[in-house]
């Protein structure tokens, strides 16, 4: 089955971001990067009207991208909690934020993110606020609140975002730490079968926290 080839600013998306990842905004070559899309180094200046404006195109495409995977799943849990605001479906919306996270951050269509999202982590520039902007901001409070709801309101906002980074840090960790993965567990990469572990051991994790919070025993 064939696929229809990239449009001319896809192509130089793709390789931008693998490019900017790997060697920051200053570092990366425009050059470079129009060279391995196929491109003409006009084609930067045409679609995105320079580098800068090719970096920040980068970050809107990362994220619209998690967007379209995450988003469906917030707006569902969120429907839900609206129905029924108690602790239970707070955290059964929970464990499915935390199942489709843990697909979207070990999947293959996002790989080629982390890099990116790293250096806008530990060095932010404007295209952080694109990519908080986008579905991170919103989950992250999302999850807050709803941790918020775990335990009837006994903790604080502070306190649930605090919660909140630690949780999906334990997921993220599978993505920036991916060279420790592979070589600790002995695989070759991450299919279905090892997201599926994966899955399997935030979900306790989360369960066990979850426990915790409902019953006031981790203070």
């Given at each position: 089955?064939?696929?229809?080839?990239?449009?001319?600013?896809?192509?130089?998306l793709?390789?931008?971001?693998?490019?900017?990842g790997r060697?920051?905004?200053?570092?990366a070559?425009?050059?470079?990067?129009?060279?391995?899309?196929?491109?003409?180094?006009?084609?930067?200046?045409y679609?995105f009207?320079?580098?800068?404006g090719?970096?920040?195109?980068?970050?809107?495409?990362?994220?619209?991208?998690?967007?379209?995977m995450?988003?469906?799943?917030?707006?569902?849990?969120?429907?839900?909690?609206r129905?029924d605001?108690?602790?239970?479906?707070?955290r059964?919306?929970?464990?499915?934020i935390?199942?489709?996270?843990?697909?979207?951050?070990?999947?293959?269509?996002?790989?080629?993110?982390?890099?990116?999202?790293?250096?806008?982590q530990?060095?932010?520039?404007?295209?952080?606020?694109?990519?908080?902007?986008?579905?991170?901001?919103?989950?992250?409070?999302?999850?807050?609140?709803?941790?918020?709801?775990?335990?009837?309101?006994?903790?604080?906002?502070a306190?649930?975002?605090?919660?909140?980074?630690?949780?999906m840090?334990?997921?993220?960790?599978?993505?920036v730490?991916?060279?420790?993965?592979?070589?600790?567990?002995?695989?070759?990469?991450?299919?279905?079968a090892?997201?599926?572990?994966?899955?399997?051991?935030?979900?306790?994790?989360?369960?066990?926290?979850?426990?915790?919070?409902?019953?006031?025993?981790?203070q």
């Amino acid at each position: 089955m064939s696929t229809s080839p990239l449009s001319s600013d896809q192509a130089l998306l793709r390789v931008a971001i693998d490019a900017f990842g790997r060697h920051g905004l200053e570092g990366a070559s425009t050059r470079d990067i129009a060279g391995a899309a196929g491109k003409p180094m006009s084609a930067i200046t045409y679609h995105f009207g320079g580098k800068e404006g090719l970096y920040l195109a980068c970050a809107q495409y990362i994220a619209d991208t998690i967007a379209a995977m995450i988003a469906p799943a917030l707006s569902h849990v969120a429907a839900l909690c609206r129905a029924d605001d108690s602790p239970a479906q707070a955290r059964a919306a929970l464990s499915l934020i935390f199942s489709r996270f843990v697909q979207t951050m070990v999947s293959e269509d996002t790989a080629h993110f982390a890099r990116f999202i790293m250096r806008e982590q530990m060095e932010p520039s404007e295209a952080f606020d694109i990519l908080y902007g986008g579905i991170m901001g919103a989950m992250l409070t999302h999850i807050a609140d709803l941790l918020m709801a775990v335990s009837r309101q006994r903790i604080g906002i502070a306190e649930a975002r605090v919660r909140t980074i630690a949780l999906m840090g334990q997921v993220m960790a599978f993505r920036v730490a991916h060279a420790a993965v592979m070589r600790s567990t002995g695989w070759a990469g991450i299919g279905g079968a090892q997201a599926d572990a994966i899955n399997q051991t935030i979900q306790r994790h989360l369960a066990a926290i979850l426990d915790a919070l409902e019953a006031g025993d981790d203070q």
